[in-house]
């Protein structure tokens, strides 16, 4: 199952690499090729096994897993799951954006907020990755000349549908190695790409919120909104 999924994120990052982007648009970050060593221990050490619950993000937040190769990849979150692969630097780097791995002084909200979740109702990564995996449907961070984040569904329609058909292929693929019952878009945007990636196979698609601190609903419970939503899905908890 390893190899697959190893040859998947190839593949994709092969198909990402004829993009291009224009400006709002300045510089471009792709973790898998930057901190592929990451992302391979991560594949390596919790993906060997099929899933019940296939976690989906939209693309990475400056300070997750465009520092630290990993999905919502807080740093203390990536300590938690023992990975300590050394993270490279994009290749062309805004100067308000630098990469500095796992010595990143900042921590991502959204994904201090998700993996916290996962190591406190499942105390220790392999009791969570064995029902549970956290993909990212597009592995592409964004920023704007002042380094501003932009999300993919900022992007103008020449250039988010050859992205969007890349990501898509890639996850429909991933799906197909990991064979969960359920895949749950955290946020509407990934949930509704994972309604079009996955149409056609027998698998179940819900949502949660996203656990942004731009959210307000997110600020006054993620968690306790999350579970709700898992559990209305069927997910033991």
Same mark, same amino acid.
């Given at each position: 199952?390893?190899?697959?999924?190893?040859?998947?994120?190839?593949?994709?990052?092969?198909?990402?690499?004829?993009?291009?982007?224009?400006?709002?648009?300045?510089?471009?970050?792709?973790?898998?090729?930057?901190?592929?060593?990451?992302?391979?221990?991560?594949?390596?050490?919790?993906?060997?096994?099929?899933?019940?619950?296939?976690?989906?993000?939209?693309?990475?937040?400056?300070?997750?897993?465009?520092?630290?190769?990993?999905?919502?990849?807080?740093?203390?979150?990536?300590?938690?799951?023992?990975?300590?692969?050394?993270?490279?630097?994009?290749?062309?780097?805004?100067?308000?954006?630098?990469?500095?791995?796992?010595?990143?002084?900042?921590?991502?909200?959204?994904?201090?907020?998700?993996?916290?979740?996962?190591?406190?109702?499942?105390?220790?990564?392999?009791?969570?990755?064995?029902?549970?995996?956290?993909?990212?449907?597009?592995?592409?961070?964004?920023?704007?000349?002042?380094?501003?984040?932009?999300?993919?569904?900022?992007?103008?329609?020449?250039?988010?549908? !050859?992205?969007?058909? @890349?990501?898509? *292929?890639?996850? #429909?693929?991933?799906? $197909?190695?990991?064979?969960?019952? =359920?895949? /749950?878009?955290?946020?509407?945007?990934?949930?509704?790409?994972?309604?079009?990636?996955?149409?056609?196979?027998?698998?179940?698609?819900?949502?949660?919120?996203?656990?942004? !601190?731009?959210?307000? @609903?997110?600020? *006054?419970?993620? #968690?306790?909104?999350? $579970?709700?939503?898992?559990?209305? =899905?069927? /997910?033991?908890?």
């Amino acid at each position: 199952m390893t190899p697959e999924l190893l040859a998947i994120t190839d593949d994709l990052v092969s198909d990402l690499s004829r993009l291009s982007f224009g400006p709002p648009v300045t510089h471009v970050y792709d973790p898998l090729v930057y901190a592929r060593p990451a992302w391979d221990d991560y594949v390596r050490r919790f993906a060997a096994t099929p899933k019940e619950v296939v976690l989906v993000g939209m693309n990475p937040g400056p300070w997750g897993m465009a520092q630290t190769g990993i999905p919502f990849g807080a740093v203390s979150a990536v300590r938690w799951m023992g990975i300590a692969a050394e993270v490279g630097r994009p290749g062309r780097e805004h100067p308000k954006r630098p990469v500095a791995g796992l010595a990143c002084a900042r921590e991502e909200v959204s994904g201090a907020r998700l993996w916290g979740w996962a190591r406190d109702a499942f105390g220790t990564p392999e009791a969570f990755f064995r029902r549970f995996f956290v993909a990212n449907w597009c592995p592409l961070s964004f920023l704007e000349e002042s380094g501003r984040n932009r999300t993919p569904d900022q992007l103008p329609a020449s250039e988010r549908a !050859p992205l969007c058909a @890349a990501c898509d *292929r890639a996850l #429909r693929r991933t799906v $197909e190695v990991l064979r969960p019952h =359920l895949v /749950v878009g955290v946020g509407r945007f990934a949930a509704d790409r994972a309604r079009i990636a996955l149409d056609g196979l027998e698998v179940r698609i819900g949502c949660v919120p996203h656990p942004s !601190p731009a959210s307000p @609903a997110a600020n *006054r419970g993620w #968690r306790e909104a999350a $579970e709700r939503e898992l559990r209305a =899905l069927g /997910v033991r908890l």
